[in-house]
């Protein structure tokens, strides 16, 4: 199976870093190819609506999503690792996310998705937001929801790494 994770945080040894690496090391010992984007590091200019991938069938941006989309194309999972910071998404997944316009037709696809979010928060009322874009993004692309992991309380590695997330995203990785 080929797997997508796409991580936001500018952290490069931050919480979510860390969600995705044990991720990344289930799925690997379970045989899938893992291609890791992370898109704090990346250049990727946001969708501006401009239907210019419409008309022409080519994004006005050329930038590093092309290195990302053939990938996406070829995925059987798309995963996204993203931090809370104000009650959604990062602004870096949400990028990458938007740019999907460009190439909606050839998403829509058989895939599965996975969402792993962390947080300071001890409820999962800032993740609310995320879950509910991410429920209705994999809806209208007809992917199936493989699994998400809402690491509660995991402001710092320390949390995260005494918590029982990292295991369970470990497992979701290696069960893909």
């Given at each position: 199976m080929k797997v997508v994770v796409v991580t936001g945080s500018a952290h490069r040894n931050g919480t979510s870093a860390y969600l995705a690496q044990r991720f990344i090391e289930g799925a690997s010992e379970a045989g899938h190819e893992v291609f890791r984007f992370d898109a704090a590091f990346k250049s990727v200019h946001?969708?501006?609506g401009c239907e210019k991938c419409h008309r022409t069938g080519s994004c006005a941006f050329q930038d590093d999503m092309?290195?990302?989309n053939p990938h996406l194309f070829e995925a059987d999972a798309v995963v996204f690792v993203s931090p809370i910071y104000y009650y959604g998404i990062n602004a870096?997944?949400?990028a990458v996310m938007d740019r999907f316009y460009a190439h909606d037709d050839r998403l829509h696809a058989k895939k599965k998705?996975?969402?792993m979010l962390t947080m300071a928060d001890t409820t999962t009322e800032s993740a609310e937001g995320p879950l509910a874009s991410f429920r209705g993004m994999t809806s209208y692309l007809g992917w199936d929801i493989a699994g998400t992991v809402v690491a509660l309380n995991t402001g710092t590695?320390?949390?995260l790494e005494n918590s029982p997330y990292?295991?369970?995203a470990y497992l979701l990785g290696k069960a893909l």
């Amino acid at each position: 199976m080929k797997v997508v994770v796409v991580t936001g945080s500018a952290h490069r040894n931050g919480t979510s870093a860390y969600l995705a690496q044990r991720f990344i090391e289930g799925a690997s010992e379970a045989g899938h190819e893992v291609f890791r984007f992370d898109a704090a590091f990346k250049s990727v200019h946001p969708c501006i609506g401009c239907e210019k991938c419409h008309r022409t069938g080519s994004c006005a941006f050329q930038d590093d999503m092309n290195e990302l989309n053939p990938h996406l194309f070829e995925a059987d999972a798309v995963v996204f690792v993203s931090p809370i910071y104000y009650y959604g998404i990062n602004a870096q997944i949400k990028a990458v996310m938007d740019r999907f316009y460009a190439h909606d037709d050839r998403l829509h696809a058989k895939k599965k998705a996975v969402l792993m979010l962390t947080m300071a928060d001890t409820t999962t009322e800032s993740a609310e937001g995320p879950l509910a874009s991410f429920r209705g993004m994999t809806s209208y692309l007809g992917w199936d929801i493989a699994g998400t992991v809402v690491a509660l309380n995991t402001g710092t590695l320390d949390l995260l790494e005494n918590s029982p997330y990292p295991d369970q995203a470990y497992l979701l990785g290696k069960a893909l």
